[in-house]
């Protein structure tokens, strides 16, 4: 089945320190969506690209989606330490695959 | 976005005994699902909630063990059936809805249930 992997699956950085996670797909995804789950939350949802080579951005986050529709990263500039949490890439509709994560901790 | 809540937040449980979880949509909802996160983990789709209908159930996950009701398109429950130690994790109840703009359709979570097993 498909497999959707993320690294790094931990980092630590210094609060202003920028963070990047990267995110592949075993196979071609239809869509990318980034959701940010705080400690102790659940799953909120960020953002969705569905075109190849897209890019999006929120604020400091920026999300892109790679031309082959197989890997997305999301990039963070001057992480605060309200950025942290597990950061996840899911594909597909209805049934969709979340990858495995990157928890992120801020340092003050 | 959809309001969802879930009941209960949390229970402990004792093993070989059955739990109900709870999701309550403020609004009708095509499509339901149920998820697993154990700790530490991703999140794995255990089954759609069909209105109506059956579940769909994923891979490993099946009726006797985590039976599923869908009485309309505002509510669902999940049962964690005689439950073990391995079954401790948040069971998430999740909607779609559309993507304003685009038609594009993304996922709301509910709170999550967190479920110890002793």
């Known amino acids: 089945g498909q497999q959707v992997m993320q690294i790094p699956q931990y980092q630590h950085v210094q609060e202003g320190e920028d963070f990047t996670t990267y995110c592949n797909s075993s196979?071609?995804?239809?869509?990318i969506q980034w959701y940010k789950q705080r400690p102790g939350g659940h799953p909120v949802f960020l953002i969705q690209?569905?075109?190849?080579?897209e890019v999006k951005k929120q604020k400091r986050l920026t999300f892109q989606f790679g031309e082959a529709k197989k890997n997305s990263s999301l990039h963070i500039t001057a992480t605060q330490t309200t950025d942290v949490g597990t950061y996840f890439c899911a594909g597909g509709y209805q049934k969709v695959t979340f990858g495995t994560g990157t928890k992120l901790q801020v340092i003050p | 976005s959809a309001v969802i809540s879930q009941k209960p937040s949390r229970d402990i449980c004792q093993r070989g005994t059955s739990l109900t979880i709870q999701c309550q949509v403020d609004s009708q909802v095509t499509m339901m699902f149920w998820y697993r996160q154990q700790p530490g983990q991703s999140l794995t789709l255990i089954a759609t909630a069909n209105q109506g209908s059956e579940a769909t159930y994923e891979s490993g996950f099946v009726i006797d063990k985590f039976p599923i009701s869908r009485p309309n398109l505002t509510f669902s429950t999940l049962t964690v059936s005689n439950m073990s130690p391995e079954d401790s994790s948040i069971y998430l109840c999740?909607?779609?809805?559309?993507?304003?703009?685009?038609?594009?359709?993304?996922?709301?979570f509910g709170p999550g249930t967190r479920l110890l097993v002793l």
């Open positions: 690209l569905v075109k190849s080579g």
């Open positions: 196979t071609t995804l239809s869509n």
């Open positions: 999740s909607v779609e809805g559309l993507f304003t703009g685009a038609g594009q359709e993304t996922q709301y």
